[in-house]
């Protein structure tokens, strides 16, 4: 059962930068493929290419999936990663 | 190595590791029968390419070029070629490049390397900055270094004059042997005034203070005996953190400065950002000039919060020593004048709320001809002057002195440039106000005979510059200055005041 979830970007630099390194960080912690979709595009979420080819701005709205045997411990890690960084609501 | 060029390298890393870089690169191999370093090329530039084209965002195009480094790491490794690396250089050599990264110079062993000498770059570029404070002679920007110079060659690089000699005869040599030794004798002898008041010949006593940058510049300040900081550029704050910092974060800053310089005058000169110092975590609008754009000041009347928690920092750090501030980039009185009522608002708040505050004074950063035209009205509100002589000559003479086709028209000592600043200078005093002056001419042994002729009352630079600036003002009879700068100020040209100089003094 993969877990789903929507974040809405208040970031004033978006996802750049330091947020997007702390992002792929965090999710390249744990084995479940974890994706970012905006603007109907998936990118996967452990690759700091991928994520900061997406572009993705303030007031942007995306959605992060987690799939795997950990998937629900790599949400948690993401939206703990999110939200001290100030990154979304 | 400092945190911010760390975060290169970290960077760099999480490149390496990216999976879906590796996953493509793998893909390529197997599906298209290339070679390792085809795909690696392939699949890189496709990176690099995204990245560039996306124009409007700095951040981005730094960003290729990471991937284009790490890009050529894996290549070397690849084809078995060795990348040359500065950090194993291990018998005296001086370095010739066509230019260095900050990464190549932070290497860099001081034991080994004896001077640098490269093609490109400029004296504000962070190679230079950081060869300045390793204390290794450094030449940039000399075009024809690595075309000229050859393996095996004895090179002689003179970092006061920027003159360097290729292959001298024994004659040449044994005077460069002694006048390097004669300068480290002058060294010994100029720390001996570290905890000397600056005077001059005729006892007359001026302040010498320091530039910096963040807290951790205290040590050298100390060492070399300021006797104030003239100019604490709080931009550094902002720069090296990855958010606005807190009131907290600024307070405890300020606090330690001013702390450390026990009741000694602290400038500290509110944010200057904009221009050529970008945030990651803040965009500013892209613009044609940004020199003559949004920052420093403009920024802060335009978004004041960010202003007011800096202003609110200093004003609770003024009760922990003698704290002054000054606004960047003035042009009119009513910059100022607005500047003045935030910073009373938020002064008057804190007050009932009963925090304790010190005798702040108010100034302004003079650097816009602007403001130095309208000096005798500013004198009457304001507390103190500090002259910036860097934005101040580029200003005036409309050239960016970081770049090699004009750097020609920087120019301190041109007399249109002393008249302004002697200008400065007596409106001031006609007012019975202090004036500093914290830009590089203030350490300049060419600029503070004249200076001191002018009266200007502290002379504020890189901390390394301080002592042998108290030692030539031991020289200096005040009177003979005046004279010497009245004359200075009738000249034509910037060679004649430095030839004139030169004759009364060296």
């Excluded at chain 2, 006061?160 to 000699?165: A, F, K």
Aim: aromatic share 6%.
């Amino acid at each position: 059962m993969a877990q789903s979830k929507d974040f809405h970007i208040i970031a004033e630099t978006g996802i750049h930068a330091r947020p997007a390194t702390l992002l792929v960080q965090a999710a390249s912690k744990f084995v479940s493929d974890v994706t970012l979709s905006y603007q109907g595009k998936d990118v996967n979420l452990k690759s700091i290419m991928g994520v900061m080819s997406l572009g993705v701005g303030q007031g942007s709205d995306v959605t992060i999936k987690t799939e795997g045997e950990d998937e629900e411990a790599a949400m948690t890690a993401i939206v703990e990663a999110m939200s001290s960084e100030g990154l979304a609501k | 190595m400092g945190d911010a060029e760390a975060q290169v390298f970290e960077a760099h890393l999480m490149v390496l590791a990216d999976p879906e870089m590796s996953g493509a690169i793998k893909q390529k191999i197997a599906d298209d029968k290339i070679n390792a370093e085809q795909a690696l090329k392939e699949v890189t530039d496709n990176y690099i390419s995204m990245f560039e084209a996306m124009t409007d965002n700095a951040y981005m195009q730094e960003r290729a070029a990471d991937v284009r480094d790490v890009t050529k790491r894996i290549l070397s490794h690849l084809l078995n070629v060795n990348l040359p690396n500065p950090a194993l250089i291990n018998q005296p050599v001086v370095l010739i490049a066509k230019d260095l990264t900050p990464s190549d110079t932070a290497q860099l062993d001081r034991q080994f390397v004896q001077g640098i000498l490269t093609d490109l770059g400029g004296r504000t570029a962070h190679a230079s900055i950081m060869a300045r404070t390793l204390e290794i002679p450094a030449i940039v920007g000399s075009d024809v270094a690595t075309s000229e110079v050859c393996e095996g060659d004895m090179v002689i690089v003179n970092g006061l004059t920027g003159d360097v000699i290729v292959n001298p005869d024994d004659q040449t040599l044994a005077d460069y042997q002694q006048k390097a030794a004669d300068y480290e004798a002058q060294r010994a002898e100029w720390s001996k005034l570290k905890d000397e008041p600056s005077v001059s010949a005729d006892g007359q006593h001026f302040v010498v203070g320091a530039n910096i940058g963040a807290p951790k510049d205290m040590d050298a300040v100390l060492e070399n005996g300021a006797e104030g900081i003239g100019l604490y550029r709080t931009e550094f704050l902002y720069m090296e953190s990855d958010h606005l910092p807190t009131e907290d974060e600024q307070f405890e800053a300020y606090k330690t400065v001013v702390e450390k310089m026990a009741g000694k005058p602290v400038t500290v000169r509110t944010m200057d950002i904009g221009g050529d110092k970008h945030l990651d975590y803040w965009t500013l609008p892209q613009e044609e000039n940004p020199f003559l754009g949004y920052r420093a000041i403009r920024i802060s009347l335009d978004q004041d919060e960010i202003f007011r928690t800096q202003l609110r920092a200093l004003i609770r750090a003024s009760v922990y020593g003698e704290l002054w501030i000054m606004f960047p980039m003035i042009a009119t009185l009513a910059e100022f004048r607005a500047a003045r009522q935030i910073y009373l608002e938020e002064r008057q708040k804190l007050e009932s709320q009963g925090t304790q505050v010190g005798d702040i004074k108010l100034g302004i950063m003079v650097e816009i001809p602007a403001a130095a035209m309208l000096a005798d009205k500013f004198a009457k509100e304001v507390d103190f002057f500090s002259i910036g002589t860097n934005d101040l000559i580029g200003y005036t003479m409309a050239a960016d002195r970081g770049n090699d086709r004009v750097s020609y028209l920087y120019q301190p000592y041109n007399p249109s440039i002393l008249r302004l600043i002697n200008q400065v200078i007596q409106a001031a005093h006609q007012e019975g106000k202090f004036v500093a002056m914290c830009g590089e001419m203030a350490g300049d042994p060419i600029a503070v005979p004249l200076l001191l002729g002018m009266g200007l009352d502290e002379f504020s630079m890189s901390a390394p510059s301080i002592l042998q600036t108290r030692s030539l003002m031991k020289t200096l009879d005040t009177k003979a200055m005046a004279t010497l700068a009245q004359k200075a100020l009738d000249l034509e040209t910037n060679d004649e005041v430095v030839a004139l100089v030169k004759n009364a003094v060296h």
